[in-house]
């Protein structure tokens, strides 16, 4: 089935990652222009952008207002028009700290790397669709989201807050500027990328799998398919505000004894 996204423009933030990194090769294997983002990884986006047959790169702090805006202008320039967005960029700090340790910088730090980020993207973002009349945002959450993390509190609220309040007023908001525009999300659960590094090792892959129906961790592809599938118009032009849990079929409690 054709994904009708042959010839368009799309913007894929924090491309130098796993994640992000996938979604660019699938848009661009749809015959998609892409244009790459990244912030700290810039030779992981050059290897990207190269490997694609020299996709633009575009260097920005998302949390940054002037560099969010600067961002999309270049985009723009790159692409000619920036149709589509997946805003995958996000920041899972890797030490677990439980609440009562917590210290106000890093919850900070980890709210402005995830939702002020997307909220950011986002908003730059519906000015691309005002000017174009039309567009497709697809954002990145993460099962923490859903059912939480312990020793990962700010994470996980940053999060929610993407799946919940944020798209849900997004994809409301959207229509009043493009009346087909769409905005959906996506929720990782666990996926081998450079941000989680070591789930490779199947000790802990059994562990970690115990809440979910499949006993394995997703691949960059398997997410990068369900943003497609969701920037597509002719995949799902009739979905907005929807999220798709990408977490081989996860539950908040345990489904396998070991």
Not at 163 to 176: A, I, P, Y
Not at 194 to 200: A, C, E, I
Not at 220 to 230: G, N, S, T
């Amino acid at each position: 089935m054709e994904s009708g996204l042959s010839g368009k423009c799309v913007l894929v933030t924090g491309a130098s990652g796993g994640i992000g990194s996938a979604c660019a090769r699938s848009f661009a294997a749809e015959g998609a222009r892409v244009a790459l983002h990244y912030h700290r990884g810039r030779a992981r986006a050059e290897a990207v952008a190269e490997e694609l047959g020299g996709a633009a790169i575009l260097n920005a702090d998302l949390t940054i207002e002037d560099d969010v805006t600067q961002l999309f202008a270049a985009a723009r320039d790159a692409l000619g028009r920036v149709d589509v967005c997946a805003a995958v960029a996000g920041v899972w700090p890797a030490e677990d700290v439980p609440v009562w340790e917590l210290p106000l910088e890093r919850w900070r730090a980890t709210v402005d790397a995830n939702l002020t980020a997307s909220f950011l993207t986002a908003r730059a973002f519906l000015r691309e669709v005002e000017r174009n009349d039309g567009g497709s945002l697809v954002l990145v959450g993460s099962t923490a989201g859903i059912f939480g993390e312990a020793g990962h509190a700010d994470y996980a609220a940053a999060k929610s807050a993407i799946l919940g309040g944020l798209l849900l007023s997004l994809k409301n908001e959207v229509t009043r500027i493009a009346p087909t525009a769409r905005v959906n999300a996506v929720a990782p659960g666990w996926t081998v990328s450079p941000m989680t590094r070591g789930l490779v090792d199947e000790e802990r892959i059994r562990a970690i799998s115990r809440t979910m129906a499949l006993r394995k961790v997703a691949q960059p592809e398997d997410v990068a398919r369900a943003v497609v599938y969701l920037a597509s118009d002719e995949l799902s032009g009739h979905v907005s505000g929807q999220v798709v849990t990408v977490a081989g079929g996860m539950e908040g409690r345990v489904v396998h004894e070991g």
